[in-house]
């Protein structure tokens, strides 16, 4: 028999099942044969398809010391990925493009070797030229996907699983990771009608229902999503994703106890599941139970130390404390790798605190207006040590920080940057400057507002004896962010509910309130005077303010802007406050003329209306000479 029949009748063995006569046929051919590389690289295939994966490449090696194809190259690097030897892998799956440029199989091989070393960045490459050169390959759309997502790219990677799905809808896991994808990449109706879809498609399993449950959640249809979690647990005690849903579900629900009882018996199934204990953790710190809180973390961050969500939770829980900030400033230095965060790529390095005198550093911001406003105060510092400072902010803040003592220029986000030597991010300010609670820095003020301003808008300001208040009553809700648009139903009111508010006698209110919540002005049960239309920055409403005796506010930017003032503020405050506002305090050591009204318990603002509108009366009872003592 010729060699091409010997291998044919092997061949038709093998498909056959008949393993063990297959092997034996193999065998044969290269008995006969023994220059045949072909013969050892199709024997090999078959162990390999068996799984004996260190038979398989030996066999390959052998092939390759024959003949050196390419073929043969991709089959050895199948064999070493078998196991586990991702970086042998990568060498012969490189060793077979050397020849076969476009052998897309290699480009496939090497991307997933590259994948399990951990080098995302070079994996998706890889995948993105496999696709290049075999479009329809849903596998290769699948791990692309897969490093996406690992790489903190949902909306990404939400592309690359629907081209999975595209070319091969039996795919079920393409399918659920679709849906996942989008969930978080804040897309949650998009998420849940790829769940509606995969369903149509045959997708029964129940991590599409975890998934669906999410996007709920997502989308504020909490009970819902909830119902669907408990199915899922009925059929699949212990399963570790619905547990965490559900936990993560009943916090944001406001059911804190439930959420801790949850987190307790998914962590009876999954004794050391970090995601557990953050979801434990993050509903101690809602019930204002600190300790328990930050123990909770611990155990997440040991359990999983490369969770940067889990550590800057730790971290903010640490600083709300007020004990052991500088650790809780350095676990808060995590966000820079959560995937929400977005890091400046500067070739100039970050400064750290080193010695910078004579050098030229920016400092940027990067989160929201009031963290800008807050920290803020640190740039002065900054010059102070011999730099010269370029701050980036947000533009409706450039005009008020352009007046800020020791700053070189101030430009605003998306404006050509200067040459400058080094840069840091201004939220990590307090980290550098190693910020404890006796050394936040409080001279107040830190801004001050334009006079020309001021006079402009004391001209426009309702004349009268009465203490002029500042309301505001909302923050932005960035219905975009689902996280964001939760924490921000939880800080912000309805204008209807500051009602008690004019009883006070003889008080001007004023309105700082910007966005869609100023309509609610229009149904006030006491007059408002609303200048706001005419306000096109923060420095204009740092002008009104200054002809204000008193500022109220949510926990929003004008909060921190009238303390930055140094102009008394009260603010009231969720139960679960921010870290900034430390716990158990009335005051703030970051704002001296800041007081805190706080609810007494989730969601009860009515509470802490009551004790501010008493204080109110009581204040506008003894004169418009009375807020900065109040404060």
């Known amino acids: 028999m010729t060699l091409e029949q010997i291998l044919d009748n092997a061949a038709d063995l093998q498909k056959s099942g008949a393993v063990e006569a297959a092997d034996r046929a193999f065998l044969t051919a290269i008995s006969h044969f023994p220059e045949s590389a072909e013969a050892r690289y199709r024997r090999g295939m078959l162990h390999l398809a068996q799984q004996h994966a260190e038979v ?31 970086r042998a892998g990568a060498s012969a799956y490189r060793a077979a493009l050397e020849s076969a440029p476009d052998l897309w199989e290699a480009k496939f091989g090497l991307g997933r070797c590259l994948h399990r070393m951990g080098q995302i960045a070079a994996a998706i490459v890889t995948y993105q030229e496999a696709i290049t050169a075999q479009p329809y390959a849903a596998p290769v759309w699948f791990d692309l996907g897969m490093a996406l997502s690992a790489f903190a790219r949902p909306a990404d990677a939400a592309i690359a699983f629907r081209a999975a799905v595209t070319c091969a809808p039996e795919n079920h896991p ?3 990771n679709l ?3 989008l969930e978080h990449a804040d897309q949650p109706e998009a998420a849940l009608a790829v769940c509606e879809e995969a369903r149509a498609a045959g997708v029964t399993h129940h991590a ?3 998934n669906q449950a999410s996007a709920l959640r997502s989308l504020g249809r909490a009970e819902e999503a909830v119902a669907l979690l408990i199915e899922v647990l009925h059929a699949h005690p212990g399963d570790r994703d619905a547990y965490a849903t559900l936990a993560a579900t009943l916090g944001e629900m406001g059911e804190f106890a439930r959420a801790v009882e949850t987190a307790d018996l998914a962590l009876a199934f999954h004794p050391n599941d970090a995601r557990s204990e953050n979801n434990k953790g993050l509903a101690l710190f809602a019930l204002d139970r600190l300790d328990e809180a930050i123990a909770a973390f611990r155990r997440g961050v040991a359990d999983d130390p490369a969770d940067p ?7 903010l829980a640490l600083l709300a404390s007020g004990t052991n900030m500088r650790e809780g400033f350095a676990y808060f230095e995590r966000r820079l790798a959560q995937a929400a965060s977005t890091p400046r790529a500067f070739v100039q390095p970050r400064w750290q605190g080193e010695d910078i005198a004579g050098r030229r550093i920016l400092l940027h911001a990067a989160e929201g207006f009031g963290d800008t406003l807050q920290f803020v105060r640190y740039a002065p510092m900054v010059a102070a040590l011999g730099a010269e400072v370029i701050l980036e902010v947000q533009p409706p803040l450039k005009r008020l920080c352009a007046r800020m003592p020791g700053i070189a220029d101030v430009i605003a986000e998306g404006e050509a940057l200067p040459a400058f030597d080094v840069h840091c991010p201004i939220l990590s300010l307090p980290l550098v400057f190693k910020t404890d609670f006796a050394t936040i820095p409080a001279s ?7 006079p020309v301003a001021v006079a402009h808008w004391a001209s426009r ?22 996280y964001a648009r939760r924490v921000d139903q939880r800080r912000s009111l309805a204008l209807a509910a500051l009602a008690p508010l004019a009883a006070a006698p003889g008080v001007i209110f004023v309105s700082l309130q910007k966005g869609a919540p100023a309509a609610q002005r229009a149904d006030a049960a006491f007059p408002i005077f609303d200048p706001m239309a005419e306000v096109t920055d923060f420095a204009d409403t740092a002008a009104i303010i200054a002809g204000l005796d008193l500022v109220i506010a949510v926990d929003t930017a004008v909060a921190h802007l009238a303390g930055a003032l140094g102009k008394p503020v009260w603010m009231l405050s969720r139960f679960d406050a921010c870290w900034r506002w430390f716990r158990g ?8 003329t800041l007081r805190l009204y706080r609810q007494p318990s989730p969601a009860a603002w009515a509470p802490a209306i009551a004790s501010l509108a008493s204080d109110l009366a009581a204040l506008a009872a003894r004169g418009r000479s009375a807020p900065a003592e109040a404060a």
Request: glycine share 8%.
């Open 56 to 86: 398989a490449e030996s066999l390959f090696r052998q092939a390759l010391a024959l003949s050196p194809a390419p073929h043969f190259y991709l089959a050895l690097g199948a064999a070493l990925e078998e196991q586990g030897n991702a």
């Open 174 to 176: 393409a399918w659920i």
């Open 179 to 181: 849906a996942y994808a």
């Open 208 to 210: 599409l229902m975890v």
């Open 309 to 315: 969500d889990i550590a800057v939770n730790l971290g």
């Open 444 to 450: 107040i003020p830190y801004l001050d507002a334009d």
């Open 461 to 482: 300001l309702p004349p009268g004896p009465g203490v002029r208040v500042g309301l505001v009553w909302a923050g932005h809700p960035q219905t975009h962010r689902a």
């Open 585 to 592: 305090r009335s005051d703030s050591p970051w704002y001296p």
